[in-house]
């Protein structure tokens, strides 16, 4: 088996040049997983934020329906406010560091267990949602990994089995990734069957979803209603789906399958936006699959094509 | 990291296990695995006068019930069906107690528990809630003036609460 980090080798043209931040070289392990950490890093400040109404929001459900699930059942009750405050406070700020690479030994870890405890408090409340379990254990991988020597405000020096250690953490990176999928499609052929691959069952989830989400008053999609209206759809996007379920753990043989599973594994995403207006984060903004793609060449080159430009342009305006 | 890494992919693939549950962060993606033939799903229906049907009715926002999550409203409602009607006339009160709290802008005199039943695709083949799918569970009214909720179980929307 291939190694996702192996991929795109031959795409690190600029190896060993000096970068914007990276010590390590572009195209190396250690440099994937440090434009990695900042990725996952900035959605993690992103999603925090955009989450904190919704953190707030605990506040005011009643205290009797909490039901702890994942690392929440430490808690033998729900939390005073003061201390929930100071948990979301501390993870946010946490994501700060960790995107910049600050203290990552220690501060790292912390981020992790902190994010796990908050994420698992909001799950706590009779609904366990299914959109945040892959960047909560990313986390942890990024936090075991050397993942500050690059892209860092101060970008650690590089230690003996550095490389090594970072090679095996874009490998569970990925391997944590394809499992989740795989799970999700060995549910379906373990309760409903292979019969699920006819469609039908789709098809009227598709329908019952927008139905209840109508009934609830929450906004639901009109594609998704008009598209289950027919038959013949609903038998290959339920193939597609299961091949992209269960195939997931092709994505770790070679770059070109883990490039074509990313692609499919999106439109998958996509489709369930359209069709059922749920919007899976991680994956559609492409953070859940960096661990497969040069995101580290990319960005480099990126840098490298804004400094021409910038160059360009002070050479047509000097002065 | 290899242990690390290790256990985290070993407790990612324990759901393959026959007996997996649905946890955090560690789940068995339950979703799509349901026949959904025919379900029976809950809801909350506010109404702005005693009496009217619940064709007339207007679905109680999921802020009122739980947060701005819909699914964890859905949740809120089904579990208090569940928990018989006690749990309902609680959740009644509670939601009742919210909506008076930011002044009741929709003019709602009553809250009912709903219970839906419907095949998916009739909806989808009639355009609308086939006949007689829905049916009160448990109504509550609401007292704006006084900024509290009296639980009326004889008077129920449809006929009588369960």
Known sequence: MTRPSSLEKDEGEGRGSATLLSRVGVGSDLSRLGAIRVLVGLFSVIYLCARLPNFISLFSIPTHRFAPVGAARILSEVMPGVAFGLLIMATLALSITFTLGIGHRYLAWAFAFLNLLLISYRNSWGMIFHTENLWVLHLFILAAAPADRAFAKRPSLEAPGDQKTARWALFFLSALTVATYFVAGWAKVKYVGWTWLEGATVQRQVAYDNVRKMLLGDYYSPLGLWLAKFDLPWGPLAGLALLVELGAPLALLSARFARTWVFLAWSFHVGVILTMGIFFPYPVLGVAYASMLPVDVWWARYARGSKTVAQKKSGDFPG | ?162
């Open chain 2, 1 to 162: 990291m290899l242990v690390v890494g290790a256990l985290l992919l070993g407790g990612t693939l324990l759901p393959l296990a026959p007996k997996a549950r649905d946890g955090f962060p560690f789940s068995n993606y339950p979703m799509f695995t349901s026949p959904r033939e025919f379900v029976r799903m809950t809801s909350m229906v506010g109404l702005k006068e005693e009496g009217i049907s619940l064709d007339q009715g207007k679905a109680v926002a999921p802020r009122d019930v739980a947060n701005d999550e819909v699914m964890l409203a859905a949740v809120t409602i089904a579990r208090a069906v569940a928990g018989g009607p006690a749990a309902m006339a609680r959740l009644c009160q509670e939601v009742a107690e919210r909506i008076v709290a930011r002044g009741n802008p929709e003019g709602w005199k009553a809250l009912v528990v709903v219970e839906h039943a419907f095949a998916p695709m009739d909806y989808i083949d009639q355009g609308k809630m086939p006949e007689g799918s829905a049916r009160p569970l448990h109504r509550c009214s609401i007292d704006s003036e006084l900024s509290t909720t009296k639980k009326n179980p004889e008077h129920s929307a449809g006929g009588g609460s369960k």
